[in-house]
């Protein structure tokens, strides 16, 4: 199962055990900052469940293999585009998605109605023996109360019905959210960005003060590390900001080579916050602070 695609070896093991054991979750949490490999795991999972051909694979012969493509609920593209074959809505207007799989996606906040749509979705019947997938592809954005309208059919999911949480951000979730889903985690993917020594040597200056306690020193290298000239068409604020990302993208892939060798609780909540923290920095947060945090946090404790 998932040969066609690069998933974890921990969660093809978990997901291939439970469709052949019949122990199917009723609720995935996908955890990890490789979205897209997360994406494609669930569509190869739906594929699997509903395939009428075989039990151990997707066979991509039979109507549900053929036709996997979700329902979706919000669309980036205007409503009537009519021509991009990545529109979901269009190719449910060609009848051509699935009506059994339900992919929630958003660039923005996700409020309580399409949480209350999902649940209806649930609830509708199927035919017998077929499984109801729904998939929120950016859960970290979903609303407090939007989480809290998910907690009672995560809790009592009805029967052959699986939904699934993909987030960059696994401490985003409400602890109820969690601890009602089986947690996946997927490490990133082999280092694009190397370690320079220069960043090597700063990451671990500043543990060092940190951890004992040397806020002078520790202020002075953030400070020295944050100035940075303007570039030509670049104000100093956006190089300040490119500079600070690119420090903390290479923390991050060095954690990962750690966590592959040494893997632990602690060391994936780290390379989870890192990711968070590059996605406060896209947001225009300051730099100084995203930095402050992510070093009062007590990360990185892996040098």
Same mark, same amino acid.
Not at 83 to 103: A, H, I, V, W, Y
Not at 250 to 260: C, E, P, R, T
């Given at each position: 199962?998932?040969?066609?695609?690069?998933?974890?070896?921990?969660?093809?093991?978990?997901?291939?055990?439970?469709?052949?054991?019949?122990?199917?979750?009723?609720?995935?949490?996908?955890?990890?900052?490789?979205?897209?490999?997360?994406?494609?795991?669930?569509?190869?999972?739906?594929?699997?469940?509903?395939?009428?051909? %075989? &039990?151990?694979?997707? =066979?991509?012969?039979?109507?549900?293999?053929? *036709? +996997?493509?979700?329902?979706?609920?919000?669309?980036? !593209?205007?409503?009537?585009?009519?021509?991009? %074959? &990545?529109?979901?809505? =269009?190719?449910?207007?060609?009848?051509?998605? *699935? +009506?059994?799989?339900?992919?929630?996606?958003?660039? !923005?906040?996700?409020?309580?109605?399409?949480?209350?749509?999902?649940?209806?979705?649930?609830?509708?019947?199927?035919?017998?023996?077929?499984?109801?997938?729904?998939?929120?592809?950016?859960?970290?954005?979903?609303?407090?109360?939007?989480?809290?309208?998910?907690?009672?059919?995560?809790?009592?999911?009805?029967?052959?019905?699986?939904?699934?949480?993909?987030?960059?951000?696994?401490?985003?979730?409400?602890?109820?959210?969690?601890?009602?889903?089986?947690?996946?985690?997927?490490?990133?993917?082999?280092?694009?960005?190397?370690?320079?020594?220069?960043?090597?040597?700063?990451?671990?200056?500043?543990?060092?003060?940190?951890?004992?306690?040397?806020?002078?020193?520790?202020?002075?290298?953030?400070?020295?590390?944050?100035?940075?000239?303007?570039?030509?068409?670049?104000?100093?604020?956006?190089?300040?900001?490119?500079?600070?990302?690119?420090?903390?993208?290479?923390?991050?892939?060095?954690?990962?080579?750690?966590?592959?060798?040494?893997?632990?609780?602690?060391?994936?909540?780290?390379?989870?916050?890192?990711?968070?923290?590059?996605?406060?920095?896209?947001?225009?947060?300051?730099?100084?602070?995203?930095?402050?945090?992510?070093?009062?946090?007590?990360?990185?404790?892996?040098?």
């Amino acid at each position: 199962m998932f040969e066609k695609i690069s998933c974890p070896s921990s969660v093809v093991k978990t997901l291939s055990g439970a469709v052949q054991s019949g122990t199917v979750a009723g609720a995935y949490i996908f955890a990890g900052p490789d979205r897209d490999i997360k994406y494609q795991t669930a569509l190869e999972f739906a594929r699997i469940l509903n395939c009428k051909a %075989s &039990s151990d694979s997707a =066979c991509g012969r039979c109507g549900s293999c053929l *036709n +996997p493509n979700p329902v979706t609920l919000f669309c980036s !593209k205007k409503k009537d585009c009519g021509t991009e %074959s &990545s529109c979901r809505l =269009c190719l449910m207007r060609e009848r051509k998605s *699935n +009506p059994d799989f339900l992919l929630i996606t958003s660039d !923005k906040s996700l409020g309580i109605d399409p949480c209350k749509y999902l649940i209806h979705f649930m609830t509708r019947k199927s035919a017998p023996g077929v499984f109801k997938i729904a998939v929120i592809r950016e859960s970290e954005l979903l609303s407090v109360d939007a989480e809290n309208s998910l907690l009672k059919i995560l809790e009592e999911p009805p029967e052959n019905c699986v939904i699934i949480l993909i987030t960059s951000s696994l401490h985003s979730l409400l602890p109820t959210i969690r601890s009602r889903a089986q947690i996946l985690r997927f490490p990133p993917e082999s280092a694009v960005v190397e370690m320079t020594d220069s960043d090597l040597a700063l990451a671990t200056a500043l543990a060092l003060f940190r951890d004992t306690s040397r806020w002078k020193e520790l202020f002075g290298a953030l400070k020295k590390f944050q100035e940075v000239p303007a570039k030509k068409n670049k104000t100093a604020a956006a190089v300040k900001r490119e500079k600070t990302h690119a420090f903390i993208e290479a923390l991050m892939h060095k954690g990962a080579a750690v966590m592959k060798k040494n893997p632990s609780e602690r060391l994936s909540y780290e390379i989870e916050y890192l990711h968070t923290c590059c996605g406060m920095l896209k947001k225009q947060r300051m730099p100084n602070v995203v930095l402050s945090r992510l070093l009062f946090k007590g990360i990185p404790s892996f040098l």
